[in-house]
């Protein structure tokens, strides 16, 4: 029913950036709060950021500063871009989606992609 697919991930050094896309299903897209979660080996699943259908964002304290999120409604897609990028970024990165509202627990979150690997060496 709601399908995402996550794009953008790779190994960069400390400092470097990375884009991460987000591609959901059209015909729910605009009525779904979007979110990037992570998760690194050993560790819970962490919420980074997230983006209401009207455009409102909300970041982990560990990114503000660094990571924008945002939306393109005419194109279907999330990105979250990333800057200054230190090692504790490393993980796997998740796009998930939820009807309406805009949570930053993971398990408030019904539909995800399959992850795209974020890796950054010193």
């Known amino acids: 029913q709601v399908q995402l697919v996550e794009s953008g991930g790779g190994s960069v050094q400390a400092g470097g950036s990375l884009r991460l896309s987000c591609a959901a299903s059209?015909?729910?897209?605009?009525?779904?709060?979007m979110g990037w979660f992570r998760q690194a080996p050993g560790k819970e699943r962490e919420f980074v950021s997230s983006?209401?259908?009207?455009?409102?964002?909300n970041y982990a304290d560990s990114v503000k500063g660094r990571f924008t999120i945002s939306r393109d409604n005419a194109k279907h897609t999330v990105y979250l871009q990333m800057n200054s990028l230190k090692p504790e970024d490393t993980a796997m990165y998740y796009c998930?989606?939820?009807?309406?509202?805009?949570?930053?627990?993971?398990?408030?979150?019904?539909?995800w992609g399959q992850g795209t690997q974020v890796t950054v060496s010193s």
């Open positions: 059209a015909y729910i897209y605009s009525s779904y709060c």
């Open positions: 983006i209401t259908t009207n455009g409102i964002t």
């Open positions: 998930a989606a939820r009807f309406a509202f805009c949570p930053a627990v993971a398990g408030d979150f019904a539909y």
